[in-house]
């Protein structure tokens, strides 16, 4: 079965400083991979997929197929970026495999 | 429009009941799927019905059951609930296909004492 890591349970970042949330997954061919995030008391909901290449609220991230990641970064945090993080991908037809989640607090 | 909408968002049962969760898809969307979230833990995948039609199923005891009908709107049951059976089940619904976007529920919140 196809896996999805995220190495930190807590990351804490101050305000202005820049955010680099982690993901690797398990090698299998082309992945399709996706940044989830659920805001306080809001639902889960899609914040970028790799195909798309685009930048969402300031976040990016790059599929690194040598390196098996996709991790998520932003140049400069703001307080409204404090969420739940999970980096997921397809598995077969549309089953999502999700990491286990990272909690991003950004401190003023 | 409402997003995909679940019923109810809380739930207390006892061991050994059995549940029905309802979710309703985005209108439009065809492809309804289920998952368990334990506490500290990423969404797990359970269910994928698309078309009225079973297209996929985790690593989930035959306790749990589901079912998709015409209107696409799906139920997901579990019988002999055990304790930890107990999480946070959320569906999504997406128009059909690979490379669509998921649109998650707020989830229901099941309790088992």
């Known amino acids: 079965a196809q896996r999805v890591t995220q190495p930190e349970k807590l990351l804490s970042v101050f305000k202005g400083a820049p955010v680099e949330l982690k993901c690797n997954y398990s090698?299998?061919?082309?992945?399709?991979l996706f940044w989830y995030v659920q805001y306080s008391r809001q639902r889960l909901q899609l914040l970028l997929r790799?195909?798309s290449r685009e930048s969402i609220k300031g976040f990016t991230a790059d599929l690194n197929k040598g390196e098996t990641s996709f991790h998520l970064k932003k140049p400069f945090a703001q307080e409204e970026d404090s969420a739940m993080y999970y980096c997921?991908?397809?598995?077969?037809?549309?089953?999502?495999?999700f990491g286990q989640g990272t909690r991003l607090t950004i401190n003023p | 429009d409402a997003g995909v909408t679940q019923s109810p968002t809380h739930l207390i049962k006892t061991r050994g009941q059995q549940v029905t969760l309802r979710c309703s898809p985005i209108?439009?969307?065809?492809?309804v799927s289920w998952y368990q979230q334990v506490l500290g833990q990423g969404p797990q995948f359970i269910f994928q019905?698309?078309?009225?039609?079973?297209?996929g199923r985790g690593n989930f005891p035959d306790r749990f059951s589901a079912r998709q009908f015409p209107n696409y709107s799906s139920e997901l049951n579990v019988n002999a609930l055990l304790l930890g059976d107990s999480a946070l089940y959320l569906c999504?619904?997406?128009?059909?296909?690979?490379?669509?976007?998921?649109?998650f529920g707020q989830g229901t919140r099941l309790t088992v004492v």
């Open positions: 019905y698309y078309e009225k039609e079973e297209r």
């Open positions: 999504a619904s997406s128009y059909a296909g690979k490379n669509t976007e998921a649109f």
């Open positions: 790799h195909i």
């Open positions: 209108s439009g969307h065809k492809s």
């Open positions: 090698y299998s061919g082309s992945p399709e």
């Open positions: 997921a991908r397809v598995e077969g037809a549309q089953k999502l495999v």
